[in-house]
């Protein structure tokens, strides 16, 4: 494993499904196959490595630097998320607080939050021949998204990003660590506050800054161009760790 990902054998953890857990190879031999136990790898499975290297900060100036602060890979890192660059803090009832916000935002505004937006088509049986292949994440009408979106199974996305940005009066910028793109929700000319998170492809962890007064987890709109700079750079380093 070494030899290939080019990083030591301490430096990183193997994980596997949905979410990803730890998969856990004390007393596995090299001469075992995976589909042995304690591995017991089977056809289809998804494996993740995942560098255990500490996060490189990005210096802001002489007194503050960017860091990555990871999130908690339960199925809930989105509502984890938003509840951390809000309170500092990471509990289950923090991350189901914020699945509530984000229900009672939909349930009390379906012009907006319509079936088309949250992703529900309302198939004849030619368009059911046209989506036939193509996989629509919560294809579900508005009653049935917000039952859905309660469980704690459930994930976050786009949807949920936008309804955060505009209760909070926020703008967000997510960084998508695997195209080096960044997403921007919500509108800087009204917004309040700035949150910045990075996205994995299956994994939202938060951008955080530290000065000299301590940790930072909500940025003044107003250094948008600068927090856009300095996270683009930490992001830049992330992908050359991947």
Not at 156 to 164: A, I, N, Q, R
Not at 172 to 194: P, T
Request: charged fraction near 20%.
């Amino acid at each position: 494993m070494n030899r290939h990902v080019r990083v030591g054998v301490t430096n990183f953890v193997v994980k596997r499904g949905f979410p990803p857990t730890h998969l856990h190879t004390h007393g596995f031999h090299a001469a075992q196959l995976v589909k042995d136990e304690p591995i017991s790898l089977r056809e289809g499975d998804t494996m993740f490595l995942e560098c255990t290297k500490h996060t490189s900060s990005i210096s802001w100036d002489s007194e503050l630097s960017m860091s990555l602060h990871h999130i908690p890979d339960d199925n809930s890192c989105l509502f984890h998320a938003i509840h951390y660059v809000q309170t500092r803090t990471i509990s289950r009832e923090g991350a189901q607080a914020k699945r509530g916000a984000v229900a009672d935002a939909i349930r009390s505004d379906l012009t907006t939050y319509n079936d088309a937006v949250l992703g529900y088509v309302k198939k004849s049986f030619f368009m059911s021949l046209l989506l036939s292949n193509v996989r629509l994440t919560n294809r579900m009408p508005a009653p049935a998204y917000i039952e859905n979106l309660l469980l704690a199974s459930t994930w976050g996305g786009h949807v949920e990003l936008s309804v955060f940005a505009r209760i909070y009066e926020a703008i967000i910028l997510c960084w998508d660590v695997v195209h080096g793109l960044c997403h921007v929700i919500g509108n800087l000319d009204e917004a309040k506050v700035l949150w910045i998170l990075t996205y994995s492809g299956i994994h939202y962890d938060v951008v955080v800054a530290r000065s000299l007064s301590g940790l930072i987890t909500a940025f003044d709109p107003r250094s948008y161009n600068t927090c856009y700079a300095v996270s683009e750079k930490l992001v830049h380093w992330l992908r050359e760790q991947r």
